[in-house]
């Protein structure tokens, strides 16, 4: 029962392993730093998948730990002071080919759970009750962040467009 279980599991993560890249992309912003969480989470789901009671929930499951671990990333990130920051190298970038989406920005400057139901519901395209179970939420709880979050990011895409 348990290799059955577990080779599902396998099979499920290497089936979605696009997906869960590209969800830790949309958090840490760094090739490699998504690719750590990815095989973080992947290594945790593998060691842990006993403890699944329902295996219709791998998907929920797994989206949630490769969120944990790109966050986990992100904090570690934030306390990692540069030594010496005066010598970085500052990339030319024209206006005109900005490297960074204006929208892509405004998310990422949301607080982390309106952040992670847009992504969830755009980017990864999944139904609002997933992303309730996912982030350990009430439905109602995710409808109200979402829609708050959209107006506020109207609000100021629309700000931006007039200056």
């Excluded at 912003?29 to 009671?53: G, R």
């Excluded at 490297?99 to 949301?110: N, S």
């Excluded at 962040?145 to 200056?163: F, I, Q, S, V």
């Amino acid at each position: 029962m348990k290799q059955v279980l577990y080779d599902k599991l396998t099979a499920y993560i290497i089936e979605n392993q696009d997906r869960f890249y590209r969800l830790a992309y949309s958090y840490v912003k760094n090739q490699d730093d998504a690719l750590d969480a990815v095989q973080n989470a992947v290594c945790k789901a593998l060691s842990h998948y006993e403890e699944l009671k329902n295996e219709e929930a791998f998907k929920t499951w797994l989206y949630r730990i490769v969120i944990n671990e790109s966050l986990t990333l992100l904090r570690a990130r934030k306390r990692f002071v540069l030594e010496n920051e005066s010598s970085r190298e500052i990339p030319y970038e024209e206006k005109k080919y900005e490297v960074h989406d204006d929208l892509y920005d405004q998310i990422g400057q949301m607080e982390e759970d309106t952040q992670s139901i847009i992504k969830l519901r755009f980017f990864e395209e999944l139904e609002l009750s997933e992303i309730a179970r996912i982030l350990k939420m009430n439905l109602n709880t995710v409808k109200t962040k979402l829609y708050r979050g959209l107006k506020t990011l109207r609000a100021e895409m629309e700000k931006e467009e007039d200056a």
